[in-house]
């Protein structure tokens, strides 16, 4: 059979058993959920915002339950979180992904989106700020505001990178000012300076291994005696000639002058000694991962470290039509390839499931009236220049008197992560402040011209001058405020 004929095989299979209720529905698999009632459409009809299938979040696990949920047949939404494709867009090259050698992750995620829209699934910029599963169909708040009701969802919320908690690492102190856990993003701006990296796990490597081309030394400091690398990974490290591996050794704080890291202090973790390394410039934080699951306390069994507990044989949770996969549910692999294969369990098992509430394509039909409407949280695409004459063009026909320029380059992990916000804002403002995307890496004299020294950069212009530049991401409602304050 052709690639062709076998797509539509499986398709009408699984449209059968979604009509039927009956063919891939097995019933041990979903034996010990609590029940929900048969559909009845007399409940549903008339309710606003329903969703028959919701995705939250948009890593490898999340898009692999949205392909196979939308290619069943089964309207699909994601809501894509606050960090739109995972943590693989904050990584440089995956050489694990099965069947390629060596891709960025950016692409692969780019790809994977592309992938599950061109099977229907409809991705939503937006983020879950709060559930209610305690009636049926589950309740979620958005960040926008937005009320949806899912007939069935999926958790794919990931995790997020753990921080050490030690003097001078928070928020206003050095964090984003040399502390960090993004050497993809950061690593060109310590050419020919001190750093280190914390951590003996295979990200603890990777971070090295970005950091070597450019740093003058490379410490990993392991607070065991230990690492926890595969055997590749540390070969690969051991070839850099300065990445040194520093075993018993953490961070007791980070130093600076109000404006960067200028040092740290380094404890032994069996002397308890402890040592001033006054020049360093860069701190690399690469200690693991908290699950992103506090929104779901109180409803999803979760373990002591708070991944969510599904199965077993399964990826469903405790909780009826609630599937979760990924870093969320999986202290153990936390492999990308794992994540989506999980994934794609995840998305069968909801298919099931929704099977055995009777709901099929005439139930979705009747229902088609009210289900969520995207359009009303559609971002505005930004228009993009890259030379100075469309730059002019610009300023002539402009009838805002602020322009935003957003400089970004397509491999920048910020840059990705920060565009739906500018969307956000750029549709939110429309009228009043006018956004602009520039390529850094293609727009030689715009970078030249504005001074650009990297990116993500944003710069604002009022009255034809510019009045500031932000270099650092912000959260949608930080982002608001700050823009808001130019209008004045
Ligand atoms: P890991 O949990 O594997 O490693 C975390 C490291 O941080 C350990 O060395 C741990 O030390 C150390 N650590 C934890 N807390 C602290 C602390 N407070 N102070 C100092 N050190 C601390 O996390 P990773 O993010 O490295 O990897 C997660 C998963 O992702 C793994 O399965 C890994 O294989 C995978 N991965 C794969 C990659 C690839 O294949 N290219 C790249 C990156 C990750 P200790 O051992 O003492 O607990």
């Known amino acids: 059979m052709n690639r062709c004929k076998k797509v539509a095989a499986f398709i009408v299979l699984l449209m059968a058993s979604i009509i039927c209720g009956i063919g891939f529905l097995n019933h041990s698999k979903v034996k010990n959920q609590k029940k929900i009632p048969i559909i009845d459409l007399k409940l549903l009809e008339g309710k606003d915002n329903i969703v028959p299938l919701l995705v939250l979040g948009s890593g490898p696990a999340s898009l692999s339950a949205a392909l196979y949920g939308s290619r069943s047949g089964i309207r699909t939404y994601v809501l894509r979180g606050n960090k739109p494709g995972g943590q693989l867009t904050g990584t440089s090259y995956i ?39 305690s009636s049926w169909p589950y309740r979620v708040i958005t960040e926008e505001g937005h009320e949806l009701y899912a007939l069935a969802l999926m958790v794919g919320t990931g995790a997020t990178p753990r921080r050490l908690n030690i003097p001078g690492e928070g928020d206003n102190e050095y964090w984003g000012k040399g502390v960090t856990t993004c050497a993809i993003c950061d690593a060109p701006y310590h050419r020919g300076d001190k750093v280190v990296v914390i951590g003996g796990g295979d990200s603890a490597m990777e971070e090295a291994l970005e950091l070597s081309p450019y740093a003058k030394s490379v410490h990993v400091l392991v607070r065991s005696n230990e690492l926890r690398a595969s055997a590749n990974m540390i070969a690969q490290v051991k070839n850099c000639i300065n990445v040194t591996i520093n075993y018993n050794k953490a961070l007791a704080e980070i ?84 994540a989506a294969g999980d994934g794609i369990k995840a998305g069968l098992d909801l298919v099931w499931w929704l099977a055995s509430l009777g709901f099929n394509s005439y139930v979705q039909e009747k229902l088609e009236p009210f289900f969520f409407n995207p359009h009303s949280v559609q971002k505005k695409k930004l228009e993009e220049i890259s030379s100075m004459a469309e730059y002019r063009e610009l300023i002539k026909n402009a009838s805002e008197s602020v322009i935003v320029l957003d400089f970004f380059t397509p491999y920048c992990p910020s840059c990705v992560h920060m565009l739906p916000i500018i969307e956000w804002a750029a549709a939110k403002m429309h009228g009043k402040i006018r956004f602009c995307k520039i390529d850094a890496s293609v727009s030689y004299d715009l970078v030249k011209k504005f001074k650009v020294p990297d990116v993500p950069h944003m710069i604002v212009i009022k009255n034809g001058e510019i009045v500031d530049r932000l270099k650092e991401t912000m959260p949608r409602a930080e982002f608001y405020t700050y823009l808001k304050k130019f209008l004045s």
């Open 95 to 133: 050489e694990n992904w099965p069947a390629i050698k060596k891709i960025r992750g950016i692409e692969v995620m780019n790809d994977f989106e592309e992938q599950v829209s061109h099977f229907g699934s409809i991705i939503i910029s937006d983020s879950a700020t709060s559930v209610d599963l």
């Open 255 to 338: 130093k600076g002058d109000g404006q960067h890291v200028t040092g740290v202090v380094v404890v032994d973790t069996v002397t308890k000694e402890q040592t001033e390394w006054p020049d360093t410039r860069g701190v690399f934080l690469a200690i693991g991962h908290v699950p992103n699951t506090y929104i779901f306390k109180g409803y999803l069994n979760a373990d002591k470290e708070g991944y969510l507990k599904v199965g077993p044989g399964n990826q469903m949770t405790n909780w009826p039509g609630v599937v979760a996969a990924g870093d969320v549910a999986d202290p153990d692999y936390r492999q990308a390839g794992v």
